[in-house]
């Protein structure tokens, strides 16, 4: 079956650095979604692309953080500058079309020191 | 707003007793309802959806859900636990607007004992 990558696995990094994520979703996929899980927590939106375009970044830190989808296809999140609170799991996630089920990639968890 | 509220943060059973997660939604509307599996340091997998075509739902691994409006629920169950059913589960709603916005309960982790 296919699947959701996601790179690097692990993240660590010290605070005001940057950092960046990458996330291929399944061929032909057109929505891709960030998300971000805080330890204990469930994961939270950060941003949506609907093929190549944001559909929703409401809560997604603008003055940090920074997504893209330019060709419509794979994406990267980047965090500049790091700080300690964003230590977390990014999982990535994608679905067919908007509304049908989501798939989502094993997550990068970054370590913010 | 669309809101789920997973009652217990932790839940202990032992190998081949059921299992019970409960969940409560608050939705305006007839929602549409998930529950996902997450085991370690993975990503998230999908057991089951409801969406208004029948209220029991089966899902994978021997997991079902009963959506029961009349008490905002849908509890995940399974009659017998194993071993490889510890995992974290969440419950969830969407929110249906522009950006069909999945929104995550805080979860509920499984502990199976042997």
């Known amino acids: 079956e296919a699947e959701v990558a996601q790179s690097p696995r692990y993240k660590i990094t010290e605070k005001s650095q940057a950092v960046a994520f990458w996330c291929d979703p399944i061929?032909?996929?057109?929505?891709l979604y960030w998300y971000r899980q805080i330890l204990g927590q469930g994961p939270e939106l950060l941003v949506q692309?609907?093929?190549?375009?944001?559909?929703?970044d409401s809560q997604l830190p603008k003055d940090r953080f920074s997504a893209e989808r330019l060709k419509g296809v794979d994406s990267t999140l980047k965090i500049q500058p790091a700080e300690l609170g964003d230590s977390a799991m990014y999982l990535c996630?994608?679905?067919?079309?908007?509304?049908?089920?989501?798939?989502f990639g094993n997550g990068t968890r970054l370590t913010v020191t | 707003a669309q809101s789920v509220t997973q009652l217990d943060s932790h839940v202990s059973v032992s190998e081949g007793t059921p299992v019970l997660l409960r969940c409560n939604y608050s939705s305006s509307y007839s929602p549409s309802l998930f529950w996902y599996v997450q085991h370690p340091n993975k990503g998230l997998q999908l057991l089951l959806k409801?969406?208004?075509?029948?209220?029991l739902v089966k899902g994978i691994n021997g997991f079902e859900a009963e959506f029961k409006k009349s008490e905002t629920s849908f509890h995940l169950t399974k009659p017998s636990a194993h071993m490889s059913d510890a995992a974290e589960y969440f419950c969830?709603?969407?929110?249906?607007?522009?950006?069909?916005?999945?929104?995550f309960g805080s979860g509920t982790r499984l502990l199976v004992r042997p």
């Open positions: 692309f609907q093929d190549e375009s944001v559909v929703d």
């Open positions: 969830v709603v969407i929110r249906m607007d522009s950006s069909y916005k999945l929104i």
């Open positions: 996630a994608s679905s067919l079309i908007r509304d049908s089920p989501l798939h």
């Open positions: 409801y969406t208004s075509a029948a209220t």
């Open positions: 061929s032909g996929h057109a929505t």
